[in-house]
């Protein structure tokens, strides 16, 4: 239910410079103190500045984006900024049609409150795959994600995301 854009510029054969922002709209759902499972329409806001930066060949890539989330639901807002460093492994199938990315991160908070009680930061995963006639130009992405946190079994979040990408 989030819609966005994102540019990248190529500062370099080796380092691409990125900025994004999404509109989230979802829900959020709380236990109430009857044991109920509440839902509330939560709103919000992402944007990230982000440098990417090739480590060998065409394959293997670090992302390093500073996020910031801005979000509201049931009367409460909340800022949150993060930095998520990402390990991107990409592998063409078939030369300029098919690619898939296998992408691990870890999400770690930069707000103090979520620095505290031996925060662990969670960790995620995307896989993903790049569709086209000719990926040098343009590609079709669909992804697939998970995110979870490593001191709950229960607490895991997924995505599942569609994007183009077109070089202009």
Do not use: C, W
């Not at 839902?39 to 984006?65: E, T």
């Not at 930069?110 to 896989?127: A, H, K, Q, V, W």
Request: glycine share 8%.
């Amino acid at each position: 239910t989030n819609i966005g854009l994102a540019y990248a510029y190529g500062l370099s054969k080796k380092v691409n410079l990125a900025a994004r922002y999404e509109f989230l709209n979802g829900r959020t759902y709380e236990d109430n103190s009857f044991g109920a499972n509440e839902s509330y329409k939560s709103i919000g806001h992402y944007f990230s500045a982000s440098a990417r930066i090739r480590i060998k060949d065409k394959n293997m890539s670090v992302l390093i984006p500073v996020e910031f989330y801005f979000l509201s639901a049931a009367d409460e807002s909340a800022g949150i900024q993060t930095v998520s460093p990402q390990f991107i492994y990409t592998h063409e199938i078939i030369s300029s049609k098919l690619d898939v990315t296998i992408a691990p991160k870890i999400v770690i908070p930069l707000n103090e409150s979520f620095t505290e009680n031996d925060y662990i930061p969670f960790t995620g995963l995307n896989i993903g795959l790049g569709l086209s006639k000719n990926l040098s130009k343009y590609s079709l992405r669909p992804e697939l994600g998970i995110l979870f946190n490593p001191q709950s079994i229960s607490g895991f979040n997924y995505n599942f995301g569609f994007g183009f990408t077109a070089k202009l």
